[in-house]
């Protein structure tokens, strides 16, 4: 099973913008699909974007499309999301999560991501 290990979240004001990168080990990274979720407190788990394993596909919630990007670099195991533009909305703790299974499709479901990051934490102030 792959691990993941979010990084780039903070603190920053409207308008802003952040870089979330998502680490995993193992050999197989460019096999996965990966998942970007959020989850702001007492909220459930969102869908952000999702990227296929070569990088040719790629889904947005309507709520982030041409503000966020996600990207991948296999070489490096790294898979990427800018985040341009943020709103306080976008407040909340970011995950990325890798569809081990292969399922052939981008899933906006996270129950169909298997092996999820701890996530990292984007604040947004007005």
């Known amino acids: 099973q792959v691990q993941l290990v979010e990084s780039g979240g903070g603190m920053v004001q409207a308008g802003d913008s952040l870089r979330l990168s998502c680490v995993a080990s193992g050999h197989s990274f460019k096999k996965y699909a990966i998942g970007w979720f959020r989850q702001a407190p007492g909220d459930a788990r969102v869908f952000v974007a999702a990227?296929?394993?070569?990088?040719?596909?790629?889904d947005y919630a309507d709520s982030v499309q041409g503000r966020f990007t996600a990207s991948r670099d296999n070489a490096e195991n790294t898979a990427h999301l800018q985040m341009n533009s943020l709103k306080p909305e976008d407040t909340a703790a970011y995950y990325c999560?890798?569809?081990?299974?292969?399922?052939?499709?981008?899933?906006?479901?996270?129950?169909?991501?298997?092996?999820w990051g701890l996530g990292t934490q984007v604040i947004v102030s007005s």
């Open positions: 999560a890798a569809d081990t299974r292969g399922l052939g499709y981008l899933s906006r479901l996270a129950v169909e991501y298997e092996s």
């Open positions: 990227i296929n394993s070569n990088g040719g596909n790629i």
